[in-house]
């Protein structure tokens, strides 16, 4: 399973070929990304002495879809940092839901994770666990350091997508969550509405996981509606000056001509008429470079948040999250087309 220009440092199992960049589809590239959902990840590399490396990881995310890139989180005091932080390359796994096993053996730390498995080999040797739903070979071309957590940043070079059901959140997490809870005594017990009320808890969070992204704008003399136009432009561009609008008023705020203007002086975006004379808006090379960055710095917002939750809160978390906000769909479907808008 390798791409023509991958070499073969040992004898892999053959499978069929990742999709490499000369035959990049963005639409299967989503449909890949699709098998995530709240599953479960595995990341591998291979540090200095040429040793395999792999952890599970549930940080995974997509930051752009041209080009095609991922990020995901590692804490500072795993003792894999360093065969990230010194490696070139690394793949992520989002595993089937035959892989209940191999989820239980990489979470562990200690033992020889890899021991009795033949993986295969990817773009600098790293290994490349089978029968995973979908796999991304990664080059790192960012890291960032922010709280307890290194955020890495990996431009998708291939990718296969086998169609298997992605090893999921167990519904039967929810009733651990609601056991915990039991157990525990309510700090607050005076019924304030403010203190419940689920606008000011999901504010209150909002504030804690933007703060860091607030000081990097301010040192970047940028505002909240910039990186507002910039994240969006990296979901999907382009976009029409009016597509920015709809979805800014979204929290409340607009997208005038100045902003544009204002964005482009600065050689972040770039503004062009298409075939039938209507202006479009989409990133430069050094706007998605930044927003990149800015995603990282969001990333290990959110990474230290979570520090206050185990892995099975946080999932039953952004599980409840994401069926409060499918209740407002349209937002949704503004904000990710489901196709890519070509120029």
Known sequence: MQTPAQAAPTAAVQEKPMSAPADFDAMSFRKAL???????????????????????????????????????????????????????????????????????????????????????????????????????????????????????????????HNGQPPLV?????????????????????????????????????????????????????????????LSVLGICDPRTPGELDALLRLSGRHVGEGKLRTLCGRGLLVVENDAQGNAQARLSDDGRQLQIQLAAVAKAGEADLENELDESEVLVLKNLLKRLVRGKGENARLLWRDQPKQA
Request: charged letters at 20%; glycine letters at 10%.
């Open 34 to 160: 699709g098998s995530f959902a709240t599953g479960v990840t595995i990341v591998t590399t291979c540090d200095a002495e040429g040793n395999d490396i792999g952890l599970t990881a549930n940080s995974f995310n997509s930051v752009s879809l041209d080009p095609p890139m991922v990020l995901w989180s590692l804490a500072k005091t795993s003792k894999a940092l360093d065969a990230f932080m010194n490696g070139d390359n690394f793949a992520v796994h989002i595993l089937s839901s035959a892989q209940q096993d191999l989820s239980g053996r990489f979470a562990r730390s200690g033992a020889d994770k890899f021991a009795g498995l033949t993986p295969s080999r990817g773009v600098g040797g790293i290994p490349l666990l089978d029968d995973c739903s979908a796999r991304f070979q990664c080059k790192t071309t960012f890291r960032y350091e922010g709280g307890d957590h290194v955020i890495f940043v990996g431009e998708v070079t291939a990718f296969d």
């Open 169 to 229: 959140f167990h519904s039967g997490a929810y009733k651990l969550i609601v056991d915990k809870l039991a157990q525990k005594p309510a700090v607050e017990n005076d019924g304030s509405f403010s203190k419940n009320f689920l606008g000011y808890l999901l504010g209150s969070a909002y504030q804690q996981i933007f703060a860091g992204i607030r000081l990097a704008l301010q040192n970047l003399q940028l505002d909240e509606d910039d990186y507002l136009i």
